[in-house]
């Protein structure tokens, strides 16, 4: 699992100024610490396609923002991510939490299988959401990886050097709940 | 009102603002200003240029961010409304320019249009200085006060329906803003900002 501790060091080391984002039960951890810490800000928004557009404004203004949502709010953000971060060529880092990611038969589907049939889609025992977060990702052209656990870590600087480099969003999928 | 009469007390008075335009003022704001603090939002996201213009208020607290959204723009995101009071944006004024149509699609209306209250919801959603302008007069007398003190500011103004056509990008534009990329115009603007 990741540490939401080690995830905010990794951002300070970053030069994170702002997270911006909209809570669920895998960042919950992480928000609680920003909310006990004045070196980073944390914005909250009413709707995810929100955090893309405002983190590429806080970027404009000379900031260094990350975006932190879930995969059901990746899908929701379509066009707040085309047409902003992305079309806008920012470098952005977002960080999205992977849920239906450790239901076994979606990883036991997920390594066996070829593309998701209808039938998948309303399968009680798979997570709709996390069918369709890498093929969206894919299909949008962000550049992604996982974050399982804290021995993952050193992911953030080279996803933040990529952003820079290449000035595009990239994304770090979280598989599981921080702690 | 016309959108002359909204637009050229704004370009007199807008200082070392950064002007945000969304959609059908885009264009004419760029009859009246050439700066490298204007920024056109048009052709970007579905409804995310409050939300945009909140992120350089919060980037650049001691300058004044003037953003020109549109009524059917703002009725997209209408939770950036709480967003923007939650974050205490005081540089931030937000202008929806209402005309009851989706302008650049050709003047189809919006949902509730004619009956929705912008300066009733930005209320609700926190606002603490809001106004409203249908009178040419009393908008450019009140101006300079709009655009003074504390913030962040809700302007709803009721702007007659015009007809532009949508936003190209390219060399066919009159405007400079809208003769170059969108990822141009952002990376130009910080270049601006950190100035």
New interface residues.
Partial sequence: MVTARSLLSELKARGVSHVVGLADNSSAALLSLLGNDDSVSFIAVTREGEAFALASGLWIGGKTAVVVVQNTGLLESGDGLRGTAQRMRIPLVCFITYRGYKGKPFRLAKTERGPWTIEDFSRADLDSAALVTEPTLKAWNVPFDFLESDADLAKVARAFSRAERESRPVALLITGDMI | MTRDQLLQPLAELRGRSVVVTCMSITRPWGAYSSSELD?ASAD???G??A??????????PQRKVICLNGDGSMLM?L??L??VT??GAANLVLFVIQNDTYEITGNQEIPAGGRIDFPMLARGAGFRRVFFFEDPDAYREALPEVLSGDGPVFVAVRVERGSEGPISRSAKERSQYLRVS??R???D??KA??K
């Avoid at chain 2, 939300?51 to 650049?60: P, T």
């Fill in positions: 920024f970007s996201a579905m995310h240029t939300d945009f213009a909140l992120g350089i208020a919060l980037a650049q995101t939770g950036t709480a967003t939650a974050a969108l990822a115009s952002a990376h603007l910080r900002l950190a």
